[in-house]
């Protein structure tokens, strides 16, 4: 499989459940990074990861944990949502977080809607 | 603080005309400019990118954006627009204190009709 593919691509969870967002890079880079879009709103930054280190928190809820393991996957740990959080979760990579000129290489997204 | 602006919510063109998507843009420093096209149900695909040289930069798919340092913009352009190239076009720009960090406009949806 190539590029990024994130999994599941759909998913409905109640406000009292866990649940976790995967995503998996085939391309090499050592950055990972989640966003967030939302109908009518830019996309939104939400963590990055840079050889396995976080390098960014953009003010997400603590209901938002990430963990990645290795630069090839990034988690997303979901726990006690709210409704506005339902959205798009995109996953990125890049050759190298910090390396201005790098463009970002996006998965599908997982569609969320919390109930 | 860098920004970029997307004045049109939706831009409506024939099939085999040429088309533009505008976007502007706020940067203190050299501006690193994105274009990216989302289909539905499908994430983002990067399409070109202007860091340094040459003014007009080609990309994916036939696209071409022009980058204009004194009216600070970047549009996106194609000579013969495609029913195939609709879809939501996001324009970026890198900010400048974390380089990390992508600032996307709110989009601007491109539809080619028959």
């Known amino acids: 499989e190539t590029g990024v593919t994130q999994t599941p691509r759909h998913l409905v969870m109640g406000m009292t459940n866990k649940k976790s967002l995967k995503c998996e890079q085939h391309l090499g880079h050592n950055a990972m990074y989640w966003y967030k879009q939302s109908a009518k709103k830019p996309l939104e930054l939400m963590f990055v990861?840079?050889?396995?280190?976080?390098?960014e928190n953009n003010s997400v809820p603590s209901r938002f944990s990430p963990e990645c393991p290795n630069s090839s996957h990034l988690f997303l740990h979901l726990h006690t949502l709210q409704p506005e959080d339902s959205a798009l979760y995109l996953c990125?990579?890049?050759?190298?977080?910090?390396?201005?000129?790098?463009?970002?290489?996006f998965g599908p997204g997982t569609r969320l809607t919390v109930t | 603080a860098q920004s970029v602006a997307q004045p049109e919510d939706q831009v409506k063109v024939a099939e085999g005309n040429p088309l533009t998507v505008k976007c502007t843009y706020s940067?203190?420093?050299?501006?690193?400019l994105f274009w990216y096209v989302q289909y539905p149900n499908r994430g983002l695909q990067f399409l070109l990118k202007?860091?340094?040289?040459?003014?007009l930069v080609k990309g994916s798919y036939g696209f071409e954006a022009e980058f204009n340092k004194s009216q600070t913009s970047f549009h996106l352009k194609k000579p013969s627009a495609l029913v195939s190239d609709s879809a939501l076009y996001f324009c970026?720009?890198?900010?400048?204190?974390?380089?990390?960090?992508?600032?996307f406009g709110t989009g601007t949806r491109l539809q080619v009709f028959p």
């Open positions: 990125a990579s890049s050759q190298r977080a910090g390396q201005g000129s790098a463009e970002q290489y």
């Open positions: 202007y860091i340094t040289g040459d003014n």
């Open positions: 970026a720009v890198r900010d400048k204190g974390n380089t990390d960090k992508l600032i």
């Open positions: 940067v203190s420093g050299n501006p690193y």
């Open positions: 990861y840079n050889f396995k280190e976080q390098t």
